[in-house]
């Protein structure tokens, strides 16, 4: 036990490391870094006016209001955005470490390859749209009149822990697939496609789209849950679903990358 915590300090204090690096390295290059955080801001916005005009006849879809499709779509910007600052640069190498060997070097570290190949580079620009998801929340819930109770604010920050992990686990499984194919961008273009319908109100899908994106593909429970929480409509059983879930698809993805391993190392040599 001893060990285990003395190993996650060292990795914490590495992804930290990591973080301030990529601050130091965008800031040398500040033009390119607020023309980045101004797109991203304006898409932002886009999307709230796109929400705005959606509910601008209707008082509600599918039994959600104005301001719990804001709240819900303020808990998609807050996830796609630590999602995107932590893996969007990381994920995006990923083929050119397998395909041009460059993982050797991480190999040969004293550090776990996986860790360092998924979180050496981090998206400030995107770390700084999180304060935008908090001001739609916040307006949200003053649409709503909706108090937080601590333990709804607790239950909500481990919803939002486990859906990262869920990103990472099926994104980096895409990416991993780089061991066989030469080529994963239209693959990876895909998986974005479907993580987009995480910002609708999950209740919109019947049938099988409805158990596609619950179970095969588990995107309505990444930005669902965490909101239902704070909105009252799941009990602390969510969590628990997601926690399951998170577990799962960490552990299927380790699988896969220790048999994408073997497979580099047998190229290789």
């Given at each position: ?125 995107d770390l700084l749209n999180v304060v935008t998801s908090f001001i739609i929340m916040g307006v949200a819930l003053g649409k709503l009149h909706l108090t937080v109770t601590f333990f709804g604010v607790v239950g909500y920050l481990s919803l939002i822990l486990l859906a990262i992990a869920i990103v990472y ?101």
């Amino acid at each position: 036990m001893l060990q285990w915590g003395t190993d996650m300090k060292r990795y914490f204090k590495l992804l930290w490391l990591f973080i301030k690096t990529s601050v130091i390295r965008e800031m040398e290059f500040r033009s390119g870094f607020f023309s980045l955080t101004a797109v991203l801001f304006l898409s932002t916005f886009i999307t709230v006016a796109f929400f705005s005009v959606l509910y601008g006849s209707v008082t509600s879809i599918h039994g959600w209001s104005y301001g719990e499709a804001l709240f819900l779509l303020g808990t998609y910007f807050l996830v796609d955005n630590l999602t995107s600052a932590l893996f969007y640069r990381n994920f995006s190498r990923v083929s050119d470490y397998i395909n041009e060997g460059n993982l050797d070097l991480l190999l040969t570290k004293p550090v776990d390859p996986q860790f360092t190949m998924t979180t050496r580079y981090t998206g400030v620009s995107d770390l700084l749209n999180v304060v935008t998801s908090f001001i739609i929340m916040g307006v949200a819930l003053g649409k709503l009149h909706l108090t937080v109770t601590f333990f709804g604010v607790v239950g909500y920050l481990s919803l939002i822990l486990l859906a990262i992990a869920i990103v990472y686990s099926m994104w980096l499984a895409v990416s991993l697939l780089s061991f066989w194919l030469t080529q994963i961008d239209d693959l990876q273009d895909l998986w974005s496609g479907f993580y987009e319908f995480a910002k609708y109100p999950p209740d919109i899908f019947f049938g099988p789209a409805r158990l596609l994106f619950t179970f095969a593909i588990p995107i309505l429970t990444i930005v669902a849950f965490p909101a239902e929480f704070i909105l009252h409509r799941v009990g602390p059983s969510s969590i628990l679903v997601n926690l399951a879930i998170a577990v799962i698809l960490l552990t299927i993805t380790r699988i896969f990358w220790n048999i994408g391993l073997r497979r580099y190392g047998s190229a290789s040599s």
